[in-house]
Structure formats: structure tokens, C-alpha cells
């Protein structure tokens, strides 16, 4: 068994170092605008609105990244390794996680003043959402 059977094949469009840099880049410049809007200590309806919308871009760039990798994965004659699937994954993973920024702010803000505060049950967030 020579060498070249050992390793994985490259896949630059997966796992090369571009595509990996630009998700790196768009998960941490994600938390800019969110350093910005709680810089005066304020957080307005259309900051939250804003991260709100970008959350959703983000997410929506998750599934769909998680879908292409399931239906390349899918049939008799896969088109992705597994590694290649594993960092598939990986990627996909940061982009959901950088959704928790807009609920932390919303949670942040719903437990200020003006709003009537919400409980620490589930069953509150519930209700409240």
C-alpha cells in the first residue's frame, strides 16, 4: 500500500484555507456591530431589529449548508468524504452558534425596565416570546 492510499484527497472547495478564512472572518465580524450598538449602553429597537436580521442571514447560511452537505453525503455514490463532511459540519456549527448573539441581546433587553420582567422558567420565556 503506497502513501497516496493513505491519504484523504483535497477538496479545496471544502476544506480549503478561503473558504475556511471566510466563515472564520463573517462568525467573528458578526459580533462587530454587536460591540457598536452596546457601546453607549443602550440597545435600540432597530440595533436589536438589525442583529435580528443578520442572525437570520447567518442562519439561513447554515441550513443551507447542511443541506448541500446531506445531499452530496446522500446515495449510493457519495460525493464528500467523511472528513470532508465532519468540517462541512464544523463550518456549519460556528454559523448557528453566532445566532445566540441576537437571543442573548433579546434577552438582554427584555430584561430591562420598561418591559414587565420575565421569570426564570421556561414556561415565561414561553409565554413571552
Not at 35 to 55: F, H, K, R
Not at 65 to 77: K, N
Request: charged share 10%.
Amino acid at each position: 500500500m503506497s502513501t497516496s492510499d493513505k491519504c484523504i484527497p483535497a477538496n479545496p472547495d471544502i476544506s480549503g484555507i478561503g473558504v475556511r478564512t471566510a466563515i472564520y472572518a463573517q462568525n467573528l465580524l458578526c459580533f462587530l456591530p454587536v460591540i457598536l450598538y452596546l457601546s453607549d449602553g443602550e440597545l435600540t429597537v432597530d440595533e436589536l431589529d438589525g442583529i435580528q436580521d443578520q442572525s437570520t442571514g447567518m442562519l439561513a447560511i447554515a441550513f443551507a449548508i447542511l443541506i448541500t452537505t446531506a445531499s452530496l453525503a446522500a446515495g449510493h455514490h457519495p460525493t464528500v468524504s467523511n472528513y470532508h463532511a465532519a468540517i462541512i459540519l464544523d463550518l456549519s456549527w460556528m454559523n448557528n452558534t453566532s445566532t445566540w448573539i441576537w437571543f442573548i441581546l433579546y434577552v438582554f433587553e427584555r430584561s430591562k425596565a420598561p418591559y414587565k420582567p420575565v421569570g426564570a422558567t421556561w414556561s415565561a420565556w414561553r409565554t413571552s416570546l
